[in-house]
């Protein structure tokens, strides 16, 4: 596991006084401000974050130190982390996304399906972004109980029971 958790990233500036626009990964959106000062991803700058509204997309926010529409434009892109020490434990059946990546997954026979690439959600639901095994080659999978019935981190195992055809054949090894 890692020591820090992405909670969001600066999708560019909003206005001309140094207001951010801020994409956040956290379960409640307005969650993303709650744990204190959080820093970019080589660990270099820190930012306070004040929200200040909603956009489409997204929310609007206030970083320390951000004064000008230049200081947020070179902010876009920018990952902010925060300790993972600071958050909380999940709950039951409740992962942080970083947690699962890497993770093996299989099939319920035991079959290698390969390794988490990604979690993303798209809106309806999260999704697993599989790597086949041997390849560069990836699949989506919803990350739902029916498609995914067990996850065991301390295992490092996800086992899967995807739809039909969702896997190719001989991606299997």
Do not use: W
Not at 10 to 33: H, I, M, N, Q, W
Not at 112 to 136: M, Q, Y
């Amino acid at each position: 596991m890692e020591d820090r958790v992405c909670l969001g990233a600066v999708a560019g500036a909003f206005g001309v006084r140094g207001e951010v626009r801020l994409k956040s990964f956290t379960a409640e959106p307005e969650d993303v401000a709650a744990y204190g000062a959080l820093e970019t991803e080589d660990g270099k700058a820190r930012y306070e974050i004040t929200l200040t509204g909603q956009t489409k997309n997204g929310l609007t926010a206030r970083l320390s130190g951000i004064a000008t529409k230049e200081q947020a434009d070179a902010l876009r892109g920018a990952r902010l982390y925060v300790d993972r020490a600071r958050l909380p434990e999940p709950e039951e059946d409740e992962f942080y996304h970083a947690d699962l990546i890497e993770v093996e997954v299989f099939d319920t026979g035991g079959t290698r399906l390969g390794t988490v690439k990604a979690v993303h959600n798209h809106g309806a639901t999260d999704l697993l972004e599989i790597r086949l095994p041997g390849s560069s080659a990836t699949v989506l999978l919803p990350f739902t109980r029916e498609a995914v019935p067990t996850v065991d981190l301390a295992a490092g195992r996800i086992v899967a029971d995807p739809p039909d055809g969702l896997f190719p054949d001989d991606a299997k090894s």
